[in-house]
């Protein structure tokens, strides 16, 4: 090899150096020149809706950066329900853009609607083809309908073309979205509803028929576990589900407490706890899973664990996540108390917190 | 005599009767305690679980919250509380600032929205509650968010000790204009969760089985809670597709301000029945998509932004390697049988040329 090299005079090569660089510098040219001709998407763009009420007639104005300094005769806006350029775009469902007429534009100006594109869901705006600068651009379009219901998203696929009825290469492109929402929502029918209840017993499905309202410990000493129950209930048609959490404080007598368990812990004969679980324990016998159809209602750990116990103030104890049938839920309580223990009348209040998931 | 020493004896006996009794009850009150009795008016409430409305800074917009006592046989005197509520995790799970001393959220709907203390509801009574949102001129753009907690009030009569069940219903409110949106894609993926666990892991190999479901994690820098939409497009090796997923949050999640909020997309959806207590109940959950042993590339495009502020888009790639057991094993087959026939030719070639040296010689 190294004799093959040395028979190279060096002028062949510095020839052949020479043409090497001067190759990769044409190729690298022409992938330049190529790749700026590519398409590149409108900056700043954005669309507003004065009313965004499914079904609402009402003005949207568009706005975007023309990205390309390039001569521009048209603005193809296609209205959809997917932003994709290669897929098929479908018509949203009550939408209807046919009698938009074009109010007003600034930025780059001097378009017209093109009669003779305009459909349900396409607006070709067209003008005598000039360059464009780096000015945002706005237009505002009355009489379009929207989209019927509510949180209906929808998509405007947007191209600039240099010719004059939106054919051709494009220049520049790009989408924006919007989604209908109520502005106002007055409440007119039975919407999503979350029915919750807390009781020591409940009986049926509706929250209407619980028994016992108060749950009773009884007289507290240290060589026993105390134990009781209550019982959660809770249902939704909201497409989120919900959350529970627990909240409250320790027993106490007036300056005197009870500890909390902070941490999943087995009941102690003895030790000063207070704690609490969802789950079917054996040690002590108390508790039971979660009953009822709306089997994507669960326990959430740690609070799902049999024989460990714990309680602090915030903690969600159950979710569910989505539509949720009846879900009844078992909160057992254990408190055990010290030799030490100050004598007093020990009370609390938990409260069991439902909300909706987002 | 007698008699007297017989009364005093009498009398003692009375006295010692009477310290025993007050050493029991000392002994009683020193080691035990009086019962924590737990007691609590048996509430059962219906609510609204969520609302949205939009306001224009400078105007308010008046609505109602709908409640209703389940209870046929007791009233409930309710009172209305507006909680400031924060992201949970990755999921849509909202963590309550219950805290008397919590401080506001700088999103808190607090200062806008005027409605009713308390409510008295009649047993099995349904009520509308008018409220209002007023947002002063001049606000910035962007989403503001609390939640109404219905406390119902205890009873009178009632202990010191109270068991109660709160529902809440959270409040959006939408404040269109130029607002500050920024979402990072922190992650994008073919995406593996055990059913009932809060959070799984994002996975680009598959051996044992196929992916049923995409995620990807945003993170919410902006002033606006996000529901961002946008499609995903999955082609295999040769770019041809094999799947379309018209809409990547078909739940409508929201990103909270400062959140970072998972979105599971399904490939494929089913409907199952499961049976439980005796009554069956529909469940929708994700299924494998019947995709073939391969590479796949998953395109996304995300768009977000609200009324009247610019659109922004997040694209993203991911691969995913679906190579199972029975097809790594048929490879490695082929493999080993093509070794195999190359070993074998080259030794027949060796044989031969060894063969023709001989027979130089």
Redesign the interface.
Known sequence: MLQKMKRLSRPKIRRTGIFAIATVVVFGVAWGITQRADAVRFQNRGMYINSARGGDETYYIISLQYTTPDTVGSLRLEFCDNPIPSMACNVPVGLDVSNATLAAQSGETGFAIDAGQHTQNLIVLTRTPSMTGNALSSYRFDNMRNPDGTHQDFYVRMTSHSSTDGSGPLIDYGSVTATTTPEIELTTQVPPILIFCVAQQINDDECTDMQGNFVDFGELSPDQTYTTSSEIFARTNAFHGYSIAVTGTTMTSGWKSIPAITTPTESFQGVGQFGINLADNSSPDIGAVPTGPGTNGNVIAPYDTPNKFLFNSGDIVATSDGVTRSRKYTASYVVNVPVDQQPGVYSTTITYVCTAGF | MYNTASVNNQKWRDMKKVFQLVAVLSLF??????????????????????????VYPGKS????L?I?N???SLPAKVSLNIVD?KS?GE??????Q??EDAPQTPWSLKPFITLPKTVDLAP?ESK?IPFSVRIPEGQGAGSYYS?I?Y?PQPGEG?????????????L?V?V?GKATELMNLKKFGAYSIKE?Q?NGSFKSLWVSKQPDRLAYLLQNAGNV?E?P???I?IKNILGKQVK?I??ANP????A?IDQTRRFEVCLETQTKE?E??G???K??TCKEAGLLPGIYKANM?L???I?????Q?INATATIWYMPWWFIGVILLILAAIAFAIFKIRQKLIGTTSHKRKNKR
């Open positions: 009150v020193a080691t035990g305690f009086l019962g924590a009795h737990t007691n609590a008016q048996s509430t059962g409430l219906g609510v609204n679980p969520r609302k949205d409305l939009t917009a008046s609505d109602q709908y209703s389940l209870n046929k509520f949970s999921t849509g799970t909202p963590a309550l219950l805290k099995g509308y939640a907690k406390d009632s202990e010191t000790v109270v068991i109660s069940g709160a529902p809440s219903q959270l959006f939408t269109p009932g809060e809670a529901s939409s946008g499609s497009q379309f018209k809409n739940r409508e999640n929201l909270l499961v439980q207590d009554r069956k109940n469940v929708e495009s768009f977000y932004g009324n009247g502020s610019n659109t888009e």
